[in-house]
Every structure is written in structure tokens, then in C-alpha cells.
């Protein structure tokens, strides 16, 4: 079901390889301002096609990027490989308050860009439109992938692990990127050690992880293109999309959780709130906040709030949930964060479901000392603390054909950007 498509990679030149660090960057979705102005400051930063910086406004950010692209070209800052090829990526991580090393492991490699309704690529989160239209303008402007999204497939004997430990033992690449994450490249070339890649994913279903605005301009752009080109085929480059694929079987797929930040509600009173909340919720005050993702950690339908100066443990009611009325499968209906989207931010704080992809009442925050910041500077009204997603939930959402709340995962660590570029003219 799933197609990929070895490919030969735009990359820096040999003679940029001990600079690479300098090279990279954060994707588009997560760098910061602050992060995005110091690396502009180096002129061949990734960064300069992934969020291109125009210096005038008669040119679009796509045409500012495709200049670069051409530039660097022209100057032997990138060539391109010779033979297509599977790019082997591991990202060795630790999370806090942990002393085991985690790797990531994966390859990035060209995949057929098939419609949500094929069943083929999963989806597990909607998109904001606006975001969507800026990749497409940048993608079909300049037949270039900047950046790769993630995708899962499924292969519990790990098979094609041995292959990627074999290739790792001749890395291209190796830097620690802005997460501290050591991110290291290789490359396989041999047929028929890439042909095996090609026949163990051609069974699957893959779950879209982490980049749904990316996969989606690739699917405008398959659109534009065919209407377009009255010779079609569907094997044209511009039908495939650049992916970073890892083994959903992996223990070293780690989800992070994102908090929820409620700021400018009008008529909130805190009181008021904490009465209507016994309502749905069994309700306990924890004495010391920065215990409260021990506290809720692992439990169904268990949160943490912070809200003023305190702190509280809040369960679920099991005949409470009887009356979560959002017409979705029960399979979705039963994850946390639908739990607390429709009791905490839609019961309690009346921001209705259809909304609560754009009220500017809701902010999302990764960080939980953060969240205690925000809060304790009286810069919140309150913060919603959650646990990770499992990636079982994940898979079991994708299989629905609906999706969770926005914000629901945050797979760990991010991609970077600038190791492999793909053209697809």
C-alpha cells in the first residue's frame, strides 16, 4: 500500500561536512524568533529554505527560497548525489529526570503523497488552513523539500534495523542540533539493501506522527501538477513527499505531552470554576505543585490544574463520562485529551468544540516548570496538565478515520532540518 521512493538527496558539499552544525535547523512549526534571527546570520543555514526571509517585498517567500536553492547550486554549496539512496537518521536523546540514553531510529526517504480518503497515510490531527497555504506556495514554488515530516510504519521483528545498524557504522554526519539531541547520518546506496526498505514497507499503513501542513501542500501540489500535465502517470516526482520514517514497535518512541494554558477568559472566576468542577470531577488539592506529573502520571482520565496559588489532582467521575455527547467512536471518545477537551475546556469553560482550533483563549505550552511560571506571574488564569498520549491511542484514532484534539502529541525529539533535501521536478 505504501510506496517509497529511494531518491538522490540534495546535500551540503564535502567541504561544509565539519560545519554541518552551523548548517542545520529547527522545523518551520517550532523555531522560535529569537532562534530564527541568529540563524539567518549564517548564510547557509537550512533555514534559508525552510522559513526563507525575503529583503523585498516584491518577491514571495518561494521565489526568496527557489534564488537561494539556485545559488547554492551554481556555487557548489549543495550537489547532489549520484545514486538514489536510503538516508538512515537516528537521534540519540534523554528525557529529564532520566539517566537512559534513548535512539530514535529511522531513514528518510521519498513516499507517494496518497489522499487521506486511500487510507493509506493516516492522519491522527486536523490542520489550520493558513499554514497550509504558506507550504504550498513555498513547495510548488520551488519543487523542493526543505524538511522532512515523520511517519510510522510497523515491523515489531525489526528488520530493517540490522540494516540501519550496518550502515551506522559509517556515519556522514554527526551533530548535537538545538533539542541536544545527537543527530547522526548515513547512507545506503546497494540496491538491494534499498530494495529491501521498498518491499517491507510496500504492505502498510503509515501513521503521519509529526508535519500534516507539509504533507499537506504535497497533496495540493500532486493536484495542481496533474490537472496541469495532460500526461500524468502518477509517477512523477512531484506525486511523492519527503519522510522520515520510524518503527512504531520501537520502546524508543517517546510522546510528549502538551499542557493546556487558559489566558483572557472573560467572567472567569476561579471559585466558581472549582464548584462547577466537582460536578464531572473528583477534585483534590495536591500540596506541593511540582509534584503533579507524578501525581496524575499514568492514570485514566487524570489531570492536574494549576489555578492561583494552588494546585489539584482532578479524576473523571465514571458516570460523568456517560455524558460526553461529541459524536465520535468511542475509540476517541475515551482518550484523555477528548476527556478534557470536552469537560474542562468545553463544559466548564464554555469554549465550544468547533471553536477550540482557534480561540485565543487557549495557548498549548510543552514545558511544565513553565506552566508553573506562567501561573505563579499571574500571565495565565490557569494551566491544564496532562499525560502523554500512548502510541497504541494514536494508532487506534488513525484506524477510526476521525482525529484528536489539536495539540494531542508531541513526538520526541523533532526532526531537523538541512541533512537531506529532495527535488521533486
Same mark, same amino acid.
Given at each position: 500500500?505504501?510506496?517509497?521512493?529511494?531518491?538522490?538527496?540534495?546535500?551540503?558539499?564535502?567541504?561544509?561536512?565539519?560545519?554541518?552544525?552551523? !548548517?542545520?535547523?529547527?522545523?518551520?512549526?517550532?523555531?522560535? *524568533? @529569537?532562534?530564527?534571527?541568529?540563524?539567518?546570520?549564517?548564510?547557509?543555514?537550512?533555514?534559508?529554505?525552510?522559513?526563507?526571509?525575503?529583503?523585498?517585498?516584491? #518577491?514571495?517567500?518561494?521565489?526568496?527560497?527557489?534564488? +537561494?536553492?539556485?545559488?547554492?547550486?551554481?556555487?557548489?554549496?549543495?550537489?547532489?548525489?549520484?545514486?538514489?539512496?536510503?538516508?538512515?537518521?537516528?537521534?540519540?536523546?534523554?528525557?529529564?529526570?532520566?539517566? $537512559?540514553?534513548?535512539?530514535?531510529?529511522? /531513514?528518510?526517504?521519498?513516499? $507517494?503523497?496518497?489522499?487521506?480518503?486511500?487510507?493509506?497515510?493516516?492522519?491522527?490531527?486536523?490542520?489550520?488552513?493558513? *499554514?497550509?497555504?504558506?507550504?504550498?506556495?513555498?513547495? *510548488?514554488?520551488?519543487?523542493?523539500?526543505?524538511?522532512?515530516?515523520?511517519?510510522?510504519?510497523?515491523?515489531?521483528?525489526?528488520?530493517?534495523?540490522?540494516?540501519?545498524?550496518?550502515?551506522?557504522?559509517?556515519?556522514?554526519?554527526?551533530?548535537?542540533?538545538?533539542?541536544?539531541?545527537?543527530?547522526? %547520518?548515513?547512507?545506503?546506496? *546497494?540496491?538491494?539493501?534499498?530494495?529491501?526498505?521498498?518491499?517491507? !514497507?510496500?504492505?502498510?499503513?503509515?501513521?503521519?506522527?509529526?508535519?500534516?501542513?507539509?504533507?499537506?501542500?504535497?497533496?495540493? !501540489?500532486?493536484?495542481?501538477?496533474?490537472?496541469?500535465?495532460?500526461?500524468?502517470?502518477?509517477?512523477?516526482?512531484?506525486?511523492?513527499?519527503?519522510?522520515?520514517?520510524?518503527?512504531?514497535?520501537?520502546?524508543?518512541?517517546?510522546?510528549?505531552?502538551?499542557?493546556?494554558?487558559?489566558?483572557?477568559?472573560?467572567?472567569?472566576?476561579?471559585?466558581?470554576?472549582?464548584?462547577?468542577?466537582?460536578?464531572?470531577?473528583?477534585?483534590?488539592?495536591?500540596?506541593?505543585?511540582?509534584?503533579?506529573?507524578?501525581?496524575?502520571?499514568? $492514570? +485514566?482520565?487524570? /489531570?492536574?490544574?494549576?489555578?492561583?496559588? @494552588?494546585?489539584?489532582?482532578? #479524576?473523571?467521575?465514571?458516570?460523568?463520562?456517560?455524558?460526553?455527547?461529541?459524536?465520535?467512536?468511542?475509540?476517541? $471518545?475515551?482518550?484523555?485529551?477528548?476527556?478534557?477537551?470536552?469537560?474542562?475546556?468545553? #463544559?466548564? %469553560?464554555?469554549?465550544?468544540?468547533?471553536?477550540?482550533?482557534?480561540?485565543?483563549?487557549?495557548?498549548?505550552?510543552?514545558?511544565?516548570?513553565?506552566?508553573?511560571?506562567?501561573?505563579?506571574?499571574?500571565?495565565?488564569?490557569?494551566?491544564?496538565?496532562?499525560?502523554?498520549?500512548?502510541?497504541?491511542?494514536?494508532?487506534?484514532?488513525?484506524?477510526?478515520? /476521525?482525529?484528536?484534539?489539536? +495539540?494531542?502529541?508531541?513526538?520526541?525529539?523533532?526532526?531537523?532540518?538541512?541533512?537531506?533535501?529532495?527535488?521533486?521536478?
Amino acid at each position: 500500500m505504501a510506496t517509497i521512493r529511494p531518491f538522490s538527496a540534495w546535500r551540503y558539499a564535502p567541504h561544509l561536512y565539519p560545519q554541518i552544525g552551523e !548548517l542545520t535547523s529547527p522545523l518551520f512549526d517550532v523555531v522560535s *524568533a @529569537k532562534q530564527r534571527q541568529k540563524l539567518y546570520q549564517q548564510p547557509y543555514n537550512s533555514i534559508h529554505l525552510s522559513v526563507p526571509q525575503c529583503q523585498t517585498s516584491e #518577491k514571495t517567500a518561494g521565489q526568496c527560497a527557489l534564488d +537561494k536553492i539556485n545559488h547554492w547550486k551554481a556555487t557548489g554549496v549543495l550537489v547532489q548525489d549520484d545514486q538514489p539512496s536510503i538516508y538512515v537518521y537516528y537521534q540519540y536523546f534523554f528525557l529529564p529526570d532520566s539517566k $537512559k540514553e534513548y535512539c530514535r531510529k529511522g /531513514f528518510i526517504t521519498l513516499i $507517494k503523497a496518497t489522499d487521506w480518503e486511500e487510507n493509506i497515510v493516516l492522519r491522527h490531527e486536523n490542520t489550520i488552513p493558513h *499554514a497550509v497555504n504558506d507550504r504550498i506556495e513555498l513547495l *510548488a514554488t520551488t519543487l523542493f523539500h526543505a524538511s522532512a515530516t515523520h511517519g510510522l510504519y510497523t515491523d515489531p521483528a525489526h528488520e530493517l534495523e540490522v540494516l540501519m545498524d550496518e550502515a551506522m557504522q559509517t556515519p556522514v554526519y554527526e551533530t548535537e542540533d538545538y533539542q541536544g539531541v545527537r543527530d547522526v %547520518l548515513a547512507v545506503i546506496t *546497494a540496491p538491494e539493501k534499498v530494495q529491501a526498505f521498498v518491499q517491507k !514497507l510496500a504492505p502498510q499503513q503509515i501513521i503521519l506522527a509529526d508535519g500534516h501542513h507539509r504533507y499537506e501542500s504535497s497533496l495540493a !501540489l500532486k493536484h495542481r501538477m496533474q490537472a496541469q500535465n495532460p500526461h500524468h502517470t502518477g509517477e512523477e516526482l512531484y506525486n511523492y513527499h519527503l519522510m522520515y520514517l520510524t518503527n512504531s514497535a520501537s520502546d524508543d518512541l517517546r510522546i510528549l505531552p502538551t499542557h493546556r494554558l487558559v489566558v483572557g477568559l472573560l467572567a472567569f472566576d476561579e471559585i466558581d470554576l472549582l464548584n462547577r468542577m466537582q460536578e464531572y470531577f473528583t477534585v483534590k488539592e495536591v500540596e506541593n505543585a511540582t509534584d503533579l506529573p507524578e501525581v496524575i502520571a499514568g $492514570k +485514566k482520565w487524570t /489531570f492536574g490544574i494549576l489555578l492561583g496559588e @494552588k494546585a489539584y489532582k482532578i #479524576k473523571l467521575k465514571t458516570e460523568a463520562f456517560n455524558t460526553l455527547h461529541w459524536a465520535f467512536p468511542d475509540v476517541v $471518545k475515551e482518550i484523555d485529551l477528548t476527556v478534557m477537551h470536552y469537560f474542562i475546556i468545553y #463544559k466548564l %469553560l464554555g469554549i465550544k468544540g468547533k471553536d477550540q482550533r482557534s480561540t485565543p483563549y487557549l495557548r498549548f505550552e510543552r514545558n511544565f516548570a513553565e506552566c508553573l511560571r506562567l501561573v505563579a506571574k499571574q500571565e495565565i488564569q490557569m494551566a491544564v496538565i496532562t499525560n502523554e498520549v500512548a502510541i497504541e491511542d494514536v494508532k487506534k484514532v488513525c484506524q477510526s478515520g /476521525f482525529t484528536m484534539p489539536q +495539540k494531542s502529541t508531541y513526538f520526541y525529539p523533532k526532526v531537523i532540518c538541512g541533512f537531506a533535501f529532495a527535488e521533486i521536478r
